[in-house]
Nanobody
Framework: QVQLVESGGGLVQAGGSLRLSCAAS????????MGWFRQAPGKERDFVAV????????YYADSVKGRFTISRDNAKNTVYLQMNSLKPEDTAVYYC????????????????WGQGTQVTVSS
């Protein structure tokens, strides 16, 4: 069992930055690929970024590539999402998720989810 708790969301102006954190409790954090997803009101949950178990591989949605950076610290059981050059269209609830094994872009393949943190970008 893995429990995930996100933090770091908030209100920011367009062009600003936020850093989301996701703290995991439980065992063997390094056995899980960690992903970030987001869901805007009335829209489906979308893939944002994923990092492999060791942290050696990362993948991003085209919409955030070059602006967002995912990282992890396995010693601290934490995954991060650094978000720069934020745009109003980045406004959403952001969720972190854990998947046993390899990275995936599909939210249905993740085993554990956090409660989400709201990110609002004003124009």
């Amino acid at each position: 069992q893995v429990q995930l708790v996100e933090s770091g969301g908030g209100l920011v102006q367009a062009g600003g930055s936020l850093r989301l954190s996701c703290a995991a409790s439980g065992r063997a954090f390094s056995n899980y690929a960690m992903g970030w997803f987001r869901q805007a009101p009335g829209k489906e949950r979308d893939f944002v970024a994923v990092i492999s178990r060791s942290g050696g591989n990362t993948y991003y949605a085209d919409s955030v590539k070059g602006r967002f950076t995912i990282s992890r610290d396995n010693a601290k059981n934490t995954v991060y999402l650094q978000m720069n050059s934020l745009k109003p269209e980045d406004t959403a609830v952001y969720y972190c998720a854990a998947r046993r094994g390899a990275s995936s872009f599909a939210w249905g393949e993740y085993h554990y989810w956090g409660q989400g943190t709201q990110v609002t970008v004003s124009s």
